[in-house]
Nanobody, 123 residues
């Protein structure tokens, strides 16, 4: 069992930066691939980025490639999402997820989910 708690969301101006964190409970954190998804009002939850259990491999949605960076610290049971050059269209609730099926882009690839943290980007 893994419990995930996101933090770091807030209100930021377009062009700004923010870092989201996701703290995980449980001793097997390092066994899971981790990902960030986001969901804007009226839209489906969409993949943002994923990182392998070791941190060696990452994968990004085209919409955030070059602007967002996902990383993890297995010693701290935490995964991060560094977001730069933020745009109003990045506004969404951001969710952290854990899975054991590698770097998946579909929600079905992840077992555990956090409650989400709101990011609002104003122009």
């Amino acid at each position: 069992q893994v419990q995930l708690v996101e933090s770091g969301g807030g209100l930021v101006q377009a062009g700004g930066s923010l870092r989201l964190s996701c703290a995980a409970s449980g001793r097997t954190f390092s066994a899971y691939a981790m990902a960030w998804f986001r969901q804007a009002p009226g839209k489906e939850r969409e993949f943002v980025a994923a990182v392998s259990w070791s941190g060696a491999n990452t994968y990004y949605a085209d919409s955030v490639k070059g602007r967002f960076t996902i990383s993890r610290d297995n010693a701290k049971n935490t995964v991060y999402l560094e977001m730069n050059s933020l745009k109003p269209e990045d506004t969404a609730v951001y969710y952290c997820a854990a899975g054991r099926s590698g770097l998946q882009v579909g929600v079905w690839g992840y077992i555990y989910w956090g409650q989400g943290t709101q990011l609002t980007v104003c122009s």
